[in-house]
Structures are given as C-alpha cells and as structure tokens.
C-alpha cells in the first residue's frame, strides 16, 4: 500500500529555507532482463534525466547498475518527474517498471556530481522510504511538520495502480502527453509522429486525462 510517509528528520530548518524534491528509484525485478534489455533502460533512463535537466532544471544520476536519483529544484515538478521515470521504462522494454519514492525536504548541497556531493532531508527521506517499499511502486515523503491529508494518500494510491496498469504503448503516448501538458492533440502527433487517431485512442485507454487530473490535485499539495 503506498502512503505518504511521515519520517522524522534532524533538521527542520533546512526544509523551511531551501526545499526541493528528490526521486530515488530502481528497475523491477532488473535481473530478469537480457543484457541488450537492460542497457537499452539504461540508455533511456539517462535520455530521461537529460529531459529532465533541460525541462526541469532537475539533476540525477544512475548508478549501481539499477538504480537512479533525480534532484528536482521544485518540489511542485517531482512527482511528474518520478512519474516520467516510470513511464520511460515501461515504454522501453515491455513488462519493465520502476519503483520510485519521491522525498520532498530541505537539502544542503548540490553540485556537478550529484551522488558525492548531495545532502539533505529530501535525499534521505527519499532513499529510506525506497528501502521500505513492498508492493507500490510510488511512495511520497515528507517532513514530519508536512500535513499530509488523507486525501492526497488516496490519490497517490490511486496514481500507482494505474501506471502499474499502463501497457508498452500506452506509456509511450503518457510519457509526451505529461511532458508537454499544454500541447494540442494535432501538436503532440507532430511531436511524435504518431498518427493523431492512434494517438487519441492509446490516451483514452491510458486514462491520460484522469492521471493529468490526478497529478495536477496532488501537485498543488508539495
């Protein structure tokens, strides 16, 4: 079950100064994948962050042969982030996910190399809450001053259930869609070169506009 974490941090102070959201996350069940699969997620995933870095101004890095962190400036843009992470993985290779926990809090430092130099109560509510995950592949965490209401624990459930749900397809459709939110339909078949019909049906079937809808209630909480 996904919930939004209360974990109790040293430093509350840093998180009323300077706050922003981190995303750690690592592939499923990674070791069942071929080698040529498994690099083809690690190309992606890097491709991703660069994205990120240009639409963003996040910052990350993927280590560890399955594992990757994003810093993301503003907390408000990290759960999108996190989303995307998923997305990107889903729609590279088919059956592939992700788990992903968001950490909104202060943090200290933030330099070119993002795992020497990093610090804070958002890297490491991030990286603990990724940890205790079970079954949900999406987790948000706050400070322990953070109200979080129990709406928005629904909400975050409810988000995962249907990424974990998407198709290869589909998620290749989601992945512009979040990205370029403002963009029309006619635009975004420009964008990717899908045809406009195809792309309109694999969105409805995705459930695109409840997700938008979704992020766009839970964004106005972080």
């Given at each position: ?6 974990i ?21 069940n ?81 330099e ?88 309109a ?22």
């Amino acid at each position: 079950m996904t919930s939004l974490n209360s974990i109790e941090t040293a430093n509350d102070a840093t998180y009323n100064l300077s706050t922003g959201g981190v995303v750690t996350g690592d592939i499923v069940n990674s070791s069942a994948l071929s080698d040529a699969e498994h690099q083809a997620c690690l190309q992606q995933i890097e491709q991703t962050i660069t994205v990120l870095q240009e639409t963003f101004h996040a910052q990350g890095d993927v280590f560890r042969g399955d594992e990757f962190q994003v810093f993301v400036p503003s907390p408000k843009e990290a759960l999108r982030c996190a989303v995307l992470l998923r997305l990107t993985l889903m729609k590279t290779v088919k059956g592939t996910d992700a788990r992903v926990s968001v950490g909104i809090g202060g943090y200290k430092q933030i330099e070119s190399e993002l795992r020497k130099t990093a610090k804070g109560e958002a890297f490491q509510l991030s990286g603990r809450a990724l940890k205790n995950m079970k079954e949900e592949r999406l987790k948000i965490s706050f400070p322990t001053a953070h109200n979080i209401s129990p709406s928005d624990e629904l909400l975050v459930r409810y988000l995962d259930s249907i990424l974990t749900g998407l198709s290869e397809k589909q998620a290749e459709v989601l992945f512009p869609r979040l990205l370029y939110p403002d963009l029309t339909q006619d635009a975004l078949s420009d964008k990717t070169g899908i045809h406009r019909r195809s792309l309109a049906s694999r969105l409805q079937r995705a459930n695109a506009t409840l997700i938008l809808d979704t992020l766009a209630v839970l964004e106005t909480g972080l």
